[in-house]
């Protein structure tokens, strides 16, 4: 995967976490990228709003990431993401990530919409 801006303008939503179920409004993620620069927001299940940046080589993305929780307060963490093309021509992004002050690595999936 080399194109410079293969997640720009992309949309996706979580499949499943192992931070938290998925519910009825699950999380929805908006990426820019430019020149292997990865940029978005997203909002949805607990979070208010929330934002990331970071940089993606290849199928890699390395992520920072803060967002408001809609029950008050904040998180934030760092996360690595796998690109994975899906037969249909969508992608898939597998993250493993730590919220900032945990120990515990957590798993996310979240499809191309």
């Given at each position: 995967?080399?194109?410079?801006?293969?997640?720009?303008?992309?949309?996706?939503?979580?499949?499943?976490s192992?931070?938290?179920?998925?519910?009825?409004?699950?999380?929805?993620?908006?990426?820019?990228?430019a020149?292997?620069?990865?940029?978005?927001?997203?909002?949805?299940?607990?979070?208010?709003?929330?934002?990331?940046?970071?940089?993606?080589?290849?199928?890699?993305?390395?992520?920072?990431?803060?967002?408001a929780?809609?029950?008050?307060?904040?998180?934030?963490?760092?996360?690595?993401?796998?690109?994975?093309?899906?037969?249909?021509?969508?992608?898939?992004?597998?993250?493993d990530?730590?919220?900032?002050?945990?120990?515990?690595?957590?798993?996310?999936?979240?499809?191309?919409i």
């Amino acid at each position: 995967m080399s194109d410079t801006n293969l997640l720009s303008g992309r949309r996706f939503i979580m499949t499943s976490s192992t931070a938290s179920e998925v519910g009825d409004d699950p999380t929805r993620f908006d990426y820019e990228e430019a020149d292997g620069v990865v940029w978005g927001s997203y909002t949805g299940d607990t979070v208010a709003h929330g934002r990331f940046v970071g940089t993606r080589d290849g199928d890699r993305i390395e992520l920072s990431y803060v967002h408001a929780l809609k029950a008050g307060g904040r998180a934030a963490g760092r996360s690595t993401s796998r690109v994975e093309p899906l037969p249909d021509g969508r992608l898939r992004l597998v993250e493993d990530f730590v919220f900032d002050g945990e120990d515990t690595p957590q798993t996310s999936v979240c499809e191309e919409i």
